[in-house]
């Protein structure tokens, strides 16, 4: 059933079937998130600045995600030999990428006028700065080596290596004192964001993360295509 | 146990070895990835004077005193020890008595430091600012949310 999430000639057929409805559900779920973005309350403490936070954590959450799906893939890459995991890899390595310089931009347009700075290296920060200069690294390991084989180890290596990063970045601001405030919505308890500003928040989540499903399938598509005429 | 399953295994014990040793060499280093120490810290830490450090707690109520403009002197507290702070320059939005704050300067004294740049830190509540009327006109509101 889920195997075209291994087999790129499935994933293919399967996408083609769902790539419209796809399509036009993103619109309708961005659409919709701008609009209640737009119409979402100012925070009593932060008052408009807090509408960064609508791209801001949408754009980490991708990030983190982006990574972590690399992440799995290498395993099984690596442990089942399934060679649809590294189209996957090299496909949406630069998608995390760009993900998270749009965290790191958005949290510095939002630090500079409520902490009083654009950029301290407190672990947070810091630790989502080294996944992005892994993800640069990911993309150049993707240009450097001839042999197909050989590279495509190195880097699925090289992405597990790195998936350590992943938990020191969500617990960063639990295991250490940061200026970065703790989460919001992962907390066991109930979430102390009020409800009229999750709303907004979650469907931008889910906006987000489609966008970045349809430039991940666009992307996973070529890369198929590209690997089909050349070997 | 076939050799995929064998290859699974070493993977995910790599990772978990790499993982636990990485997790190690961080919390022993923790005073290097700490980005503040807070008051009480501070005091037994028994850091001399001329150390640059950060210092992050709330500002104490009532403690903040305009000496001329952009010219402030307040304390930082966590509840156990307070520091003295003084500070030229900015004041961000978000500093107020009762606020989240980190600064940065060098120690005068045990207790003193001099300031050369504040942070405010804010907390993870979110909340409209209607909600925030409401609460207060029906008693509800709390001291935690400030």
Redesign the interface.
């Given at each position: 059933m889920f195997n075209f999430l291994i087999n790129p000639y499935k994933f293919n057929k399967f996408v083609d079937i769902i790539f419209k409805p796809l399509v036009i559900l993103t619109l309708l779920v961005l659409i919709a998130g701008l609009f209640l973005v737009y119409f979402s309350?100012?925070?009593?403490?932060?008052?408009l600045t807090?509408k960064i936070?609508y791209i801001h954590v949408p754009s980490a959450w991708l990030a983190l995600l982006t990574y972590a799906i690399m992440t799995i893939y290498s395993?099984i890459g690596?442990?089942?030999?399934i060679p649809f995991s590294f189209i996957i890899n090299k496909a949406i390595a630069p998608i995390g990428a760009v993900f998270t310089i749009l965290c790191l931009f958005s949290g510095s347009m939002w630090g500079k006028?409520?902490?009083?700075?654009w950029w301290?290296?407190?672990?947070r920060l810091t630790s989502v700065a080294i996944l992005f200069i892994v993800y640069l690294l990911i993309i150049f390991l993707n240009h450097a080596f001839e042999n197909r084989e050989v590279r495509e180890k190195t880097i699925a290596i090289f992405i597990?290596?790195g998936?350590?990063n992943l938990?020191?970045i969500k617990f960063s601001v639990d295991?250490?004192?940061?200026?970065h405030?703790?989460?919001?919505i992962s907390?066991l308890a109930s979430p102390?964001?009020?409800i009229?500003?999750l709303q907004p928040l979650l469907v931008m989540t889910v906006a987000f993360s489609l966008v970045g499903l349809i430039i991940a399938i666009l992307r996973i598509k070529a890369e198929i295509l590209m690997r089909k005429n050349y070997l | 146990m076939s050799l995929?399953?064998q290859?699974?295994i070493l993977?995910?014990t790599?990772?978990v070895m790499?993982?636990a040793a990485?997790l190690l060499i961080?919390?022993n280093t923790?005073q290097n990835?700490?980005?503040?120490?807070?008051p009480s810290e501070l005091i037994e830490n028994k850091i001399t004077s001329g150390v640059k450090v950060r210092i992050?707690g709330y500002v104490k109520k009532s403690s903040i005193k305009k000496k001329s403009i952009n010219s402030y002197e307040f304390k930082i507290t966590d509840n156990k020890n307070e520091i003295l702070i003084f500070y030229n320059g900015?004041?961000?939005?978000?500093?107020r008595e009762g606020q989240g704050t980190?600064i940065e300067g060098s120690i005068i004294d045990q207790d003193t430091v001099n300031a050369s740049?504040?942070?405010?830190?804010?907390?993870?509540?979110?909340?409209?600012?209607?909600?925030?009327k409401e609460l207060e006109k029906n008693n509800q509101w709390k001291k935690e949310?400030?």
């Open positions: 309350p100012l925070d009593y403490q932060q008052g807090v936070m395993i690596l442990a089942f030999k006028p409520m902490w009083g700075t301290v290296w407190d672990a597990l290596i998936s350590i938990p020191i295991w250490w004192n940061t200026l405030q703790p989460a919001s907390k102390s964001i009020d009229s500003m | 995929r399953f290859r699974l993977i995910l790599t990772l790499l993982g990485l961080l919390f923790k990835i700490v980005f503040f120490y807070t992050g900015i004041l961000p939005d978000l500093f980190v740049k504040v942070y405010a830190k804010h907390d993870e509540n979110y909340m409209p600012a209607s909600i925030k949310y400030k």
